[in-house]
């Protein structure tokens, strides 16, 4: 669809911009391509999003056997482009809510023009907060062992967190590491019990209860170690290391919104309860972005359908599809 600016220019105006290329994100272009909407997604700076940093991938209905996280995303993404959906590898590095159409401006393309614009630009691995932490990422730090723990062949890594993720990480490290400390604040894990059950069956992986990583060491620029607190007694203890994992949660992508939409006390979107639909009419919200509680694949792409199919009525009540 095309439109006259105030200067006379004509703009083209796309009926649906879907930021992020997640589950999520692909869900929506799926549907909303199927609806003949020809949505464009925005890639973002990670093309598939988080399950391209997962190895396989077992609890996606309808794979009765195990299915790479990177297989996943790609079938997704070809059954949307069959269908007419675009995509553009760029950022979305802000966005202007306040007009109509939505304006979106890219990190790299000319700005952008939207009637409906679904979000689902997902959630990032959070971060301890210690001191050099950020320089010493891809230096014996990281948080995905499925990209990183081929360095770690025959060494001595340690996970951090207590939830699903870390258990997964683990797991996956014993396949090089030769020792992988599973290192959480509790004593108790937050993990379901089936990867808990497995993760503590691996006689390479040691649980360390109750501690709290306080300083990262380094030599040479190379993460050496840790400092491990007790949270109980804060006796300290020295954990020498090779390589350190983190997997103590997300937190969402929200920045390039610039507070133009509400969030929860954690920085997740809300939407009305039942719908993706958010406080400004025309912007929906899937995927992690908005969900601080079930984060899976299958919720994600549920919520991207349900993103799409909101972003279509909305389309025809104001007869912009
Ligand atoms: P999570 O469930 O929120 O667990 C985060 C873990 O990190 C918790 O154990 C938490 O400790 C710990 N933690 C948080 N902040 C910390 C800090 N500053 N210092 C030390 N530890 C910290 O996150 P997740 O494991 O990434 O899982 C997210 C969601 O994805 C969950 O719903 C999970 O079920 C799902 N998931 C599913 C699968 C699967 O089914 N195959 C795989 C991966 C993830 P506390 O326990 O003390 O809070």
């Not at 009926?15 to 003949?36: C, D, F, K, N, T």
């Not at 870390?166 to 108790?188: C, G, P």
């Not at 290391?241 to 103590?248: H, R, S, T, V």
Request: charge should be negative.
């Amino acid at each position: 669809m095309t439109e006259g600016t105030s200067g006379g220019a004509v703009r083209q105006v796309l009926p649906v911009v879907i930021v992020g290329s997640g589950i999520s994100g692909l869900s929506a272009a799926v549907y909303a391509a199927r609806a003949q909407l020809a949505p464009l997604v925005i890639e973002g700076s990670e093309p598939g999003g988080q399950l391209t940093l997962t190895s396989e991938v077992e609890n996606y209905p309808g794979f009765e056997d195990p299915i790479l996280g990177v297989d996943l995303v790609e079938r997704m993404k070809k059954q949307a482009a069959r269908f007419g959906a675009r995509y553009r590898s760029d950022d979305v590095v802000g966005v202007d809510l306040s007009v109509r159409p939505f304006a979106i401006t890219l990190g790299r393309g000319g700005p952008l023009y939207a009637h409906t614009l679904i979000v689902a630009s997902g959630a990032r691995a959070r971060l301890l907060g210690l001191p050099g932490e950020s320089e010493l990422f891809g230096r014996g730090l990281s948080s995905c062992a499925t990209c990183d723990g081929a360095f770690f062949r025959d060494r001595v890594v340690a996970v951090v967190g207590g939830g699903d993720s870390a258990m997964e990480e683990a797991m996956f490290l014993t396949r090089y590491a030769k020792k992988v400390y599973v290192v959480h604040r509790r004593r108790e894990l937050r993990a379901s019990r089936i990867l808990a059950d497995r993760a503590q069956s691996k006689p390479e992986i040691e649980f360390v209860w109750n501690a709290a990583v306080t300083a990262i060491h380094q030599d040479q620029s190379m993460v050496s170690g840790v400092t491990l607190t007790d949270v109980e007694t804060h006796e300290t203890r020295e954990l020498p290391l090779d390589g350190l994992f983190l997997a103590i949660g997300h937190v969402p992508n929200t920045e390039w919104l610039k507070g133009q939409l509400p969030t929860d006390e954690h920085g997740y979107l809300v939407s009305h309860p039942g719908t993706s639909e958010t406080a400004i009419p025309g912007v929906f919200v899937a995927g992690d972005v908005a969900d601080p509680l079930y984060q899976q694949a299958v919720t994600a792409a549920g919520t991207g359908c349900i993103a799409a199919l909101d972003a279509e009525e909305y389309l025809a009540e104001h007869n912009l599809g």
